[in-house]
């Protein structure tokens, strides 16, 4: 029995496991397109909110937090040291911009079911926008870099008054001058490496990066009532008829 789809059923003992199961009174509610597309969408969002935002604020928080702390500040300065502090910079810089990746290919596998739609087109219109900027170009070569290649250079600037005009106690930074010996930097990149040379404001970049993704799928999960909430009612008229057969 070849079926390219559910090529689980060409082994014949998982197959007779299957058929053997009798069908439920509720298939025709989990099956009908209203509950379907909830719940792809609702994978995507769980995965927005429960992995991506919380990686944000992970990342965030610890970035911030000698700014706001300088009782963190001390401790970083006296116990921590800057090698300490980057390498943990980089563990939920990575964490959050690989969860971005995933998000993306998640996201990709929802839209082949909307391939020619309106939805479609101003989503890609939309990505485009936020895939444009140098800061996501840069963000994105910078995982494989971490990936890939070594630990990025990242460490904090103390007082810098004199270097960046601004009276700032504790400044997270990337070291640009260290990151030219990469080879596989893209065009955006590279010019936001040089635009920001020699150092790169990291709370100021993430900051970018993740408004232009947020906005992007705030958006995008404002389109679910508008394309299927239609069939997410009529779905519930279903499981409340189901409900009403089953308490008779």
């Known amino acids: 029995m070849a079926n390219t789809d559910k090529w689980y059923m060409e082994d014949e003992s998982i197959r007779e496991l299957i058929n053997s199961v009798g069908s439920s009174p509720w298939d025709e509610y989990r099956q009908h397109p209203g509950q379907v597309a909830l719940g792809k969408w609702v994978d995507i969002q769980n995965f927005y909110h429960g992995v991506v935002i919380k990686n944000e604020i992970l990342l965030l928080q610890y970035l911030?937090?000698?700014?706001?702390?300088?009782?963190?500040?001390?401790?970083?300065?006296?116990?921590?040291?800057?090698?300490?502090?980057?390498?943990?910079?980089?563990?939920?810089?990575?964490?959050?911009?690989?969860?971005?990746?995933?998000?993306?290919?998640?996201?990709?596998?929802?839209?082949?079911?909307?391939?020619?739609?309106?939805f479609e087109t101003e989503y890609l219109s939309r990505l485009n926008r936020v895939t444009e900027l140098n800061?996501?170009?840069?963000?994105?070569?910078?995982?494989?870099?971490?990936?890939?290649?070594?630990?990025?250079?990242?460490?904090?600037?103390?007082?810098?008054?004199?270097?960046?005009?601004?009276?700032e106690a504790f400044l997270?930074?990337?070291?640009?001058?260290?990151?030219?010996?990469?080879?596989?930097?893209?065009?955006?990149?590279?010019?936001?490496?040089?635009?920001?040379?020699?150092?790169?404001?990291?709370?100021?970049?993430?900051?970018?990066?993740?408004?232009?993704?947020?906005?992007?799928?705030?958006?995008?999960?404002?389109q679910f009532d508008l394309i299927h909430g239609n069939d997410v009612n009529d779905s519930k008229k279903i499981k409340q008829e189901i409900v009403d057969r089953q308490i008779k």
Do not use: C
Not at 81 to 106: C, F, P, V
Not at 185 to 204: A, P, R, V
């Open 135 to 167: 800061e996501f170009a840069f963000l994105k070569d910078l995982r494989n870099y971490a990936a890939h290649y070594k630990i990025p250079p990242i460490g904090y600037i103390i007082g810098t008054t004199n270097i960046l005009g601004r009276n």
């Open 172 to 222: 997270p930074v990337i070291y640009t001058g260290d990151l030219f010996d990469y080879d596989n930097w893209s065009t955006g990149s590279k010019q936001y490496m040089k635009i920001n040379f020699t150092e790169i404001e990291l709370i100021k970049l993430v900051d970018i990066y993740a408004q232009a993704i947020n906005e992007l799928y705030v958006w995008m999960f404002d």
């Open 64 to 118: 911030k937090a000698p700014i706001v702390s300088k009782k963190i500040r001390k401790q970083i300065f006296k116990s921590i040291g800057e090698s300490k502090y980057g390498i943990e910079a980089t563990r939920r810089l990575y964490n959050y911009i690989s969860s971005i990746s995933s998000l993306a290919d998640h996201t990709r596998n929802l839209l082949k079911d909307y391939k020619t739609s309106s």
